[in-house]
């Protein structure tokens, strides 16, 4: 008789692994153990579970596998971002920006191969959705990331609408911020999302994780040419929902919005933000525009970028122009993409 495959216990919550032990009967202290060893501990094999009895690790090795995948590919860029390739169990890749800036060294991550929200000014929408990742995919980026010791911060803002995978986006979520876990800070974790409701509700109410959405225009139809979403999830009802939590003075929300020359940078958008965001304590993030082929955008320039934030701050909203990083190597805000496929066995 063939031998059942064994099942990965990366990318398990506390929760899951508790299933596991009580499933073969072993004592229920050991799911703990279990999660300490593979995520703090960063073991590759049951074997090295030396505080667990040898009987039960020798369970653990024939019925279970630790799945950590290095990185297949790395560019550098000439201001020091590196644009990491790993694959994926649909047999396809995922990228992920490692981003650093003096003390500050934030990732990247995706959480989706490919993307089906359509959004016209991104590269990894061209591709249409071709798989959700999986909590341990997710969680990979940042475990097998060589520089992962110097991580301060990270984004989902990678490949992918994050709460288009809502349930291994939030799992990875509280792997990344337990104690059992990787411990980190929700405030060092932003999740960046176009604004699908549902799920944005589900992450307000059970995550402490900062939250940013990708707003570009504050009209609907104009919205709706850049952002296919809005006609579903309108504006409005995203703002809505975002003023119905009560945030905490540590969490933070902020609005993504990517400069268009000639679009959308008016006085007439000016006084719409400014009437759209005026009761949530926030920032806008402003982004240029990187062009991606076949689309007729236009890059603003520099005196467009400080004459918008200059208004927008005399408005009272707290604005910052983010710095275009990893440009050369096409690793910069909405450049993320690749339709690189596993070889053949």
Request: with cysteine; hydrophobic share 35%; net charge positive.
């Amino acid at each position: 008789m063939a031998q059942e495959p064994q099942q990965s216990l990366t990318g398990k919550t506390l929760e899951e692994l508790q299933l596991v032990v009580s499933a073969n009967h072993w004592p229920a202290y050991t799911a703990r153990q279990i999660a300490e060893w593979i995520y703090k501990k960063r073991v590759r094999h049951p074997d090295q579970m030396t505080n667990i009895p040898k009987k039960i690790r020798e369970e653990l090795a024939r019925d279970y596998c630790i799945e950590w995948k290095e990185p297949v590919d790395v560019q550098t860029a000439s201001d020091g971002t590196k644009k990491y390739l790993f694959p994926t169990h649909h047999g396809g890749y995922i990228e992920s920006a490692y981003i650093p800036d003096g003390k500050r060294h934030t990732l990247c991550i995706s959480s989706q191969v490919g993307c089906r929200m359509g959004c016209t000014f991104c590269m990894t929408a061209r591709q249409g959705l071709q798989g959700q990742l999986t909590a341990g995919e997710i969680l990979n980026q940042v475990h097998s990331l060589p520089e992962t010791g110097s991580l301060t911060n990270i984004v989902y803002m990678g490949m992918g609408e994050p709460f288009d995978n809502p349930d291994a986006v939030m799992k990875s979520l509280e792997i990344l911020t337990s104690a059992y876990g990787y411990g980190m800070s929700p405030r060092r974790i932003t999740v960046s999302t176009i604004g699908l409701i549902p799920e944005m509700q589900r992450f307000l109410g059970s995550s402490r994780c900062n939250l940013a959405i990708s707003l570009h225009s504050p009209f609907d139809e104009e919205r709706r040419q850049l952002v296919p979403i809005q006609k579903a999830h309108p504006l409005e009802e995203v703002i809505g929902t975002i003023e119905k939590f009560s945030m905490e003075k540590q969490r933070r929300v902020s609005f993504e919005y990517i400069v268009f020359k000639n679009l959308n940078h008016s006085p007439k958008h000016i006084k719409a933000l400014a009437r759209l965001l005026h009761r949530i304590r926030c920032r806008i993030n402003l982004m240029r525009f990187h062009p991606v082929p076949g689309s007729d955008l236009q890059s603003p320039d520099e005196e467009i970028m400080q004459s918008f934030k200059t208004a927008l701050e005399a408005k009272g909203i707290t604005t910052t122009i983010r710095k275009s990083r990893g440009t050369d190597i096409q690793a910069a805000c909405g450049q993320l993409s690749t339709n690189k496929k596993a070889p053949r066995r």
